[in-house]
């Protein structure tokens, strides 16, 4: 049998790591072109009226996502108010209105949360949108895009009603919670958010969520209602996320300053936030890819350029 020489060895070795290399060179690469092309899920939340607890669900569906292993962003649409801020008991220095009119770093303007969200002080940061040039809109562009890269889910907390400030982001959405409560004047704007979307976005999943329920019954009710009217003269339905029960503990929670998830983690309400995250994370009623935040932000730029 022919020996081979201590240099065929050596070279037979050196081709397998050399190989080994290539592999692994290439399963690198594959994971770096899987990241960069990574688009967070975008969810726009929003609701017909102001008080029905909106931001809260944004907050502690945010931090419920975040303690499932998921990183998440909430971007404080709310034009008007900083209630973001408020329940976080956090008062940021810079906003998206600094980062369009300044030469901020996206980094500069992501605040850390509790458990591990970021946050975004939106201020008038996306009505000033309409104000940039091409060449400024795309450097701002450039810099949000990044958080396709820093979260799987961005949250963006819209303002309450249908103001042309707060369907902005409705039709720039594909997806949107609607929250409401089982009080008439609420369920009535909901509807009138709903009529909205399905008109000028035909692309966007709706789903509901029911907030200071009594129990499930109440919850069938008012998802009833809201589904007989939106089939009758939308023609369409809406599929409801879960309810919410009135819960002391969230009121006690907001005069703390601090999110009932962290406030008070077994408490009724927690434990509908934790149903609620986990029919978003089981997927089954949104199909669509995810876009990110660069095909968001966009749409709304082109929203408020037409006239």
Same mark, same amino acid.
């Given at each position: 049998?022919?020996?081979?020489?201590?240099?065929?060895?050596?070279?037979?070795?050196?081709?397998?790591?050399?190989?080994?290399?290539?592999?692994?060179?290439?399963?690198?690469?594959?994971?770096?072109?899987?990241?960069?092309?990574?688009?967070?899920?975008?969810?726009?939340?929003?609701?017909?009226?102001?008080?029905?607890?909106?931001?809260?669900?944004?907050?502690?569906?945010?931090?419920?996502?975040?303690?499932?292993?998921?990183?998440?962003?909430?971007?404080?649409?709310?034009?008007?108010?900083?209630?973001?801020?408020?329940?976080?008991?956090?008062?940021?220095?810079?906003?998206?209105?600094?980062?369009?009119?300044?030469?901020?770093?996206?980094?500069?303007?992501?605040?850390?949360?509790?458990?591990?969200?970021?946050?975004?002080?939106? /201020? !008038? =940061? #996306?009505?000033? $949108?309409?104000? +940039?040039? %091409?060449?400024?809109?795309?450097?701002?562009?450039?810099? @949000?895009?990044?958080?396709?890269?820093?979260?799987?889910?961005?949250?963006?907390?819209?303002?309450?009603?249908?103001?042309?400030?707060?369907?902005?982001?409705?039709?720039?959405?594909?997806?949107?919670?609607?929250?409401?409560?089982?009080?008439?004047?609420?369920?009535?704007?909901?509807?009138?958010?709903?009529?909205?979307?399905?008109?000028?976005?035909?692309?966007?999943?709706?789903?509901?969520?029911?907030?200071?329920?009594?129990?499930?019954?109440?919850?069938?009710?008012?998802?009833?209602?809201?589904?007989?009217?939106?089939?009758?003269?939308? /023609? !369409? =339905? #809406?599929?409801? $996320?879960?309810? +919410?029960? %009135?819960?002391?503990?969230?009121?006690?929670?907001?005069? @703390?300053?601090?999110?009932?998830?962290?406030?008070?983690?077994?408490?009724?309400?927690?434990?509908?936030?934790?149903?609620?995250?986990?029919?978003?994370?089981?997927?089954?009623?949104?199909?669509?890819?995810?876009?990110?935040?660069?095909?968001?932000?966009?749409?709304?730029?082109?929203?408020?350029?037409?006239?």
């Amino acid at each position: 049998m022919a020996k081979t020489s201590p240099a065929s060895d050596q070279a037979d070795k050196l081709r397998k790591i050399v190989r080994s290399l290539r592999e692994k060179s290439g399963s690198i690469m594959d994971r770096a072109v899987q990241k960069s092309i990574n688009r967070a899920r975008l969810i726009a939340v929003t609701s017909g009226k102001g008080g029905v607890g909106k931001t809260s669900i944004t907050v502690n569906l945010a931090i419920q996502l975040c303690r499932s292993g998921h990183r998440v962003v909430i971007i404080d649409g709310d034009l008007g108010l900083a209630n973001v801020e408020v329940i976080l008991g956090m008062v940021p220095r810079y906003s998206m209105y600094d980062l369009l009119n300044s030469k901020l770093d996206l980094s500069d303007v992501l605040i850390e949360g509790p458990a591990g969200i970021k946050f975004i002080s939106g /201020g !008038t =940061g #996306i009505v000033e $949108l309409a104000n +940039l040039g %091409r060449q400024e809109f795309d450097r701002i562009l450039c810099s @949000m895009a990044a958080l396709d890269n820093y979260a799987d889910f961005i949250l963006v907390d819209t303002g309450a009603g249908i103001s042309s400030g707060v369907t902005g982001f409705l039709l720039a959405a594909r997806e949107v919670i609607l929250v409401t409560t089982p009080e008439p004047t609420s369920i009535t704007d909901a509807y009138a958010v709903l009529k909205v979307i399905s008109q000028n976005n035909a692309n966007c999943s709706v789903r509901l969520i029911l907030n200071m329920v009594e129990g499930p019954r109440e919850a069938e009710d008012v998802l009833g209602r809201l589904n007989t009217a939106a089939e009758r003269f939308l /023609g !369409t =339905g #809406i599929k409801s $996320l879960g309810y +919410l029960v %009135r819960d002391p503990a969230v009121g006690r929670a907001t005069k @703390m300053q601090t999110p009932f998830m962290v406030a008070f983690p077994n408490c009724a309400a927690a434990r509908g936030i934790g149903r609620i995250a986990g029919r978003i994370l089981d997927n089954t009623e949104y199909h669509m890819e995810s876009e990110g935040v660069k095909d968001f932000l966009t749409r709304i730029y082109r929203s408020l350029i037409t006239p």
